[in-house]
């Protein structure tokens, strides 16, 4: 993913917090990069490791999404290192800080090497934000999809945990951002 595609998706977040706009505090954003520490991820063709491509995306786009603020918002990670975080951990920080977004960031993998595509998840079971989360995953769809040209696979239900912690708490989508094999990364240099 390119660093203009992140700043992009920087707006697109700060965009999908429109339907807090009544929210009189700065908004609590919290982007979890996905894996971290012994849990790789997925690794691609070449030994490069989800774990280290989202945290890389995460990272940029906090420090981009902060530059683009025309409303207070204030970002977290829930991993700022490659250390592995539970899930328990990552969701309970979402808790503690009364957040008002929760985004996960995975990278996709699949056998078949021209898979390709976007795909946005959203808990499949009942939660108080459950349509806050599925306008989100779709938002978040089309606009990456636009972006980057990439493959629509869908907004997709699943009992991801850390999706599932967080239904009572705030909308929360987990973005698979493409394909390992498929995506190129070249944020540092840009």
Request: with cysteine; proline share 3%.
């Amino acid at each position: 993913m390119k660093l203009q595609n992140v700043i992009i998706l920087c707006l697109l977040v700060k965009s999908c917090v429109c339907f807090a706009q009544s929210v009189q505090h700065p908004l609590q954003i919290v982007i979890d990069p996905g894996h971290g520490g012994k849990d790789s991820g997925a690794v691609g063709k070449n030994g490069v490791l989800e774990k280290d491509l989202v945290l890389q995306i995460a990272k940029q786009l906090t420090r981009k999404a902060s530059s683009f603020d025309h409303k207070p918002a204030q970002y977290y990670l829930t991993r700022y290192a490659d250390t592995l975080i539970s899930h328990r951990d990552r969701t309970d920080l979402v808790k503690r800080l009364k957040a008002d977004l929760f985004i996960s960031l995975h990278i996709n993998d699949a056998p078949n090497a021209n898979a390709q595509g976007i795909e946005v998840y959203v808990y499949d079971g009942p939660s108080e934000y459950r349509w806050e989360s599925v306008w989100l995953a779709y938002t978040i769809q089309e606009k990456l999809a636009a972006i980057t040209r990439q493959k629509k696979r869908g907004v997709k239900f699943a009992d991801f945990q850390v999706l599932r912690d967080l239904s009572d708490s705030c909308p929360a989508v987990l973005v698979e951002l493409g394909f390992i094999n498929r995506i190129f990364v070249n944020i540092g240099n840009n």
